[in-house]
């Protein structure tokens, strides 16, 4: 999946981008470095996002270490539910595929 046809789906998700210039060809920030993390895999690829404080704070009733795993609300499971959702659509992909 391109950079494009992947932040289409993101928004579609209704995950938006927030750094300009994000996912272009060549943008470190884009994930297609390969010095980055999760590019490290076997098929050399991944996905990395960066949840803001307020962001993450939303999806908990009590945003504590402990806390955390008892708290999960409706924010929470929409947002890892959009998560597995795109996971999914990209391992459907005809290019999936480790030898």
Known sequence: MTARPRRRH????GIRPCLPGAGSRGDRRGGDHV???CNRTMLGKGGQL?????????????????GRP?????TFWRFTAACRSAIAR??????????
């Not at 993101?10 to 998700?13: D, G, I, N, R, T």
């Open 10 to 13: 993101w928004c579609a998700l």
């Open 35 to 37: 010095g980055n993390l």
């Open 70 to 74: 008892k708290s999960t609300n409706d």
């Open 50 to 66: 960066e949840l803001t404080t307020e962001l993450r704070q939303s999806m908990f009733g009590s945003f504590t270490r402990l």
């Open 90 to 99: 990209l391992e459907a992909g005809p290019d999936q595929v480790i030898l």
